[in-house]
């Protein structure tokens, strides 16, 4: 089992499970890849939503390399993707090679696992890792600034945090916009539309202790939110939590 | 004559000058527009290259419309416009209605007069107020990261600074990425290719006070560096130092 002091390449290597705590410091990243004919409709997408879609690199068509890794393919350095036709996730690989196409522009957007390290130093406790799960993500009632065809509503990823450390988890994060920032909502879940926390429509459940509140925070899912609502014909992205480790410091998106 | 009490509608109706120091407290944005055929490549140019292009706000094709003030028509609405073609500036109006295209994207791309209240709250002079002159700005020799058919050269906008406030003014723009962000550069002008500080590429030169450093920020008219080195076939701009006067107030892109 990888631990949070492996390398990145390490983690991208060896990893099979959720990335949450691997690689300790460094950046990961959401991945989103779409044919060429949608790429400007994907990047204004994220530019007008850059909460949940704060853009880190776009790589050229094809091109599995990305300025935020020097040495890792993204075809097959993610450990399980999701390929995506028309709206439809078709199958979950954990290499995606034989899927990858000449005209598939790949957008590299900032995860909130990026900020754990900054909580974790902080004494601010983070339940999923603590459960060994992966993190819990919800499909809010809030929609998206559209852009062309593509549409969606906004996806939070939700973390307890004890009430009196609420504030701090806020300033810390409030620092790393590249990372989706300050949370979007702290408190009751319905003000997000968000029913039941304990069936998260990504990832998995978790357990809070007495006293914690549940935190939300914009997700880099929010694109895959996108397809489902706009079925565009073809994508793969990451499988929510699978991210993509980077080389990039974690403190390198700290303003 | 338009002063800092004036609203942004105020001066956008009235101004026929640069803009630094009007609308005080209010965010000012550089505009690019070029045809849609252009906009990924656009779009892209900035993602790649934030420190001079953070984008603020991108329009649907040919509307003059931008969410960052509502009321305000961006054909004719800045004091005045540069029209490009084939990488050379054709004329420059103070009305563009007449030059408008329906396949034109408009960007909105922060600027450095946005963080100038923070700077002056804090007592730092700013001598192009001083001096009644536009800021000088001056082509460097960085390259910017290309994108497709864009490339060109890093532009900054040079303030000089008495040495011993020149960190905290690092510090208060530091907390502003959507506007530039903190400095690319203090002091020796020749680290970045610059070779007279009287002579700039745009704008009017200032005259220093004794123990006053230079201090430079990336600066958004680096992509009408990039329409010089990659003439697209049109495209119109503000006019350096003539920018777009927003409704958004400066503070809501402090970090």
Redesign the interface.
């Known amino acids: 089992m990888s631990t949070g002091l492996d390398t990145p390449a390490d983690v991208r290597r060896t990893a099979t499970g959720p990335t949450a705590g691997l690689a300790d410091g460094y950046a990961q990243t959401n991945l989103i890849a779409v044919p060429r004919d949608w ?2 409709e994907m ?2 997408f994220a ?2 939503n850059p909460k949940p879609c704060p ?1 880190l690199d ?1 790589t050229d068509p094809g091109s599995p390399r990305t300025a935020l890794a020097p040495t890792a393919d993204l075809r097959r350095d993610l450990p399980r993707y999701r390929v995506w036709e028309h709206g439809e996730p078709t199958t979950e690989p954990t290499d995606a090679t034989e899927y990858w196409r000449d005209d598939l522009v790949s957008f590299l957007i900032g995860c909130s696992f990026t900020f754990e390290h900054a909580l974790t130093r902080a004494g601010i406790p983070l339940r999923h890792l603590e459960q060994g799960r992966n993190v819990p993500m919800y499909v809010t009632d809030r929609e998206c600034r559209p852009a062309g065809r593509l549409h969606g509503p906004v996806v939070v990823s939700m973390r307890y945090v004890p009430a009196d450390l609420v504030e701090r988890a806020r300033e810390i994060t ?2 790393m ?1 590249a990372v989706h ?1 300050a949370p979007v909502h702290a408190g009751d879940p319905s003000a997000l539309g968000v029913r039941d926390l304990d069936r998260p429509d990504f990832g998995d459940p978790c357990t809070p202790h007495d006293g914690d509140v549940p935190v939300f925070w914009a997700c880099g899912v929010t694109p895959q939110a996108a397809l489902v609502a706009s079925a565009p014909p073809f994508a793969i992205t990451h499988a929510p939590g699978y991210m993509f480790v980077t080389d990039v410091r974690d403190t390198d998106y700290r ?1």
Do not use: D, E, K
């Open positions: 790429a400007y990047l204004l530019q007008r853009v776009v409030a620092r916009p920032g303003v």
